[in-house]
């Protein structure tokens, strides 16, 4: 069978042809109109990258190279005894656009397995932060870290052909996706269970059955397959999130994929961004204190005014893209309601009835243009109810899994030869001279 790096070999001529043709062919082709709207409004609905791996329809929500979750939930190999995706067969998916065997996803969980560990002086500066400092500020700086290990950096520095720099970046993009969760999960350890002993990466398990080993989690199967999920569906969201668009800009400058990543974790780390999850729970939490076991959606209306009134937004709720509910929080409800643990569990009920009230809400409130819920609306509270209860940790869960998605595009931005990132930006003063000719 093909291993990933044929069958990238393989698909890369006719993608490099795809971009030859639409540079040459219809390099002066108009799609869209730049907006002072646009300019000063975040960028939003600016159409202004090529991301190649999935794109996000407003009313579909996200499909993989064409496939949409179910899709996926369907043709993407699940690990060994269990159903969900998981993050291997998804990688596969995102970098080669096809649907991988189960032999492949095993040889892939197997590399990974055997590329997991360590450098030494990586787990010395984690073990020597303070256990106060956010576990995604430690994610990020141990990821950075790595980067004394690039292939990409070493190579561009021996001085490499432009054709030979996509092999070298996939090999740092292999590496550090094996690396990511064991760096997490010693975050995990050194910051909730100081003194205890990190389980070694067991060969014949896949990259998050590893992680949720790692985590103290692994006699859990359905948190282990919750994690699977989790982390396969968080994989990837088109480029423009804050996160993917992060990894995007600084990879373009030729930074390699270490530091680009690490870039892209601390945005990933604000609050409208992959903090939600968190925000979430606390927020549901308080609304659980506050109205009791009398949860009616009558009590959960006042809560989510209260909310509003006091000037917050309802976290879990709204996107910049998306204008139904997210796909992704339908799947993980999903899994809620195949099993009566999870069905029955306090949070996930209050989580369940908060989003059938709060569209309505917000609806009436009137700002926000998408009033449905986001994935985050739901995914930290499964979290909680396994358990795992170290709210601050969950964007680190989500970081190990935005690599699937940002990693593919370095990879390709690299096998394409992609430009520095550099628009124009203009000053109020220059954008009103603008507008008068
Ligand atoms: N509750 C209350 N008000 C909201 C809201 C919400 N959930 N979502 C948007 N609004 C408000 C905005 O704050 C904005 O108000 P102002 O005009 O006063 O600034 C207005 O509605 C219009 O915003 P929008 O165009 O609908 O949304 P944006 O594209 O600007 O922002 C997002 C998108 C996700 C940041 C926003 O909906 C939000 O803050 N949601 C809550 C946080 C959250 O769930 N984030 C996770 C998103 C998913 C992810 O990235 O992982």
């Not at 197997?110 to 990586?122: D, H, I, N, S, T």
């Not at 052909?161 to 070298?168: D, G, Q, V």
């Not at 359905?222 to 800009?249: F, M, P, Q, V």
């Not at 643990?341 to 059938?356: A, G, R, Y």
Request: net charge neutral; charged share 20%; hydrophobic share 35%.
């Amino acid at each position: 069978t093909k291993s990933l790096k044929e069958t990238l070999q393989e698909v890369i001529p006719a993608k490099q042809e795809q971009l030859r043709r639409l540079k040459t062919e219809h390099g002066q082709a108009v799609v869209g109109e730049v907006k002072i709207e646009n300019i000063i409004g975040g960028m939003r609905g600016l159409k202004a990258m090529l991301w190649d791996a999935s794109v996000l329809d407003p009313i579909e929500g996200i499909r993989f190279h064409g496939h949409s979750i179910p899709d996926c939930q369907k043709v993407l190999p699940p690990a060994p005894g269990g159903k969900e995706i998981i993050a291997e067969s998804m990688l596969w998916l995102l970098l080669t656009g096809q649907v991988p065997t189960t032999e492949q996803t095993r040889e892939l969980s197997r590399e990974l397995a055997e590329k997991g560990e360590l450098p030494e002086f990586v787990e010395t500066l984690i073990d020597s932060l303070p256990a106060t400092l956010h576990p995604m500020t430690q994610l990020g700086m141990g990821v950075a870290a790595l980067n004394r290990e690039s292939s990409f950096q070493a190579a561009y520095e021996r001085g490499i052909k432009k054709s030979e720099y996509w092999t070298h970046t996939l090999e740092d993009c292999i590496n550090l996706i094996a690396r990511l969760p064991v760096l997490a999960a010693r975050i995990y350890r050194n910051v909730y269970r100081p003194g205890t002993p990190l389980p070694a990466i067991n060969k014949d398990l896949d990259l998050v059955g590893n992680y949720s080993n790692q985590l103290g989690y692994g006699d859990n199967q359905s948190l282990t397959e919750y994690l699977r999920l989790y982390i396969a569906l968080h994989g990837d969201h088109e480029g423009g999130n804050a996160s993917a668009h992060t990894a995007h800009l600084v990879g373009s400058t030729l930074s390699d994929p270490y530091l680009s990543y690490s870039a892209a974790l601390f945005a990933l780390a604000g609050p409208l961004h992959g903090l939600a999850n968190q925000e979430v729970l606390r927020w549901q939490l308080a609304m659980q204190k506050e109205i009791g076991d009398n949860i009616t959606h009558e009590n959960i209306k006042d809560y989510l005014w209260k909310t509003l009134k006091s000037g917050q937004v309802v976290p879990g709720y709204g996107h910049g893209v998306l204008r139904n509910p997210d796909p992704r929080f339908i799947a993980l409800q999903e899994f809620c309601n195949t099993r009566p643990d999870l069905k029955n569990s306090p949070i996930i009920q209050l989580v369940t009835k908060t989003s059938e009230v709060a569209p309505d809400v917000l609806k009436e409130h009137g700002k926000t243009k998408n009033p449905y819920p986001n994935v985050d609306a739901t995914s930290g509270c499964v979290l909680y109810h396994y358990g795992l209860t170290e709210f601050k940790y969950y964007t680190v869960i989500f970081g190990v899994s935005r690599a699937l998605g940002a990693l593919t595009q370095l990879v390709w931005a690299r096998a394409l030869g992609l430009p520095l990132e550099r628009p124009k930006s203009y000053s109020m003063d220059a954008l009103e001279e603008l507008i008068k000719k």
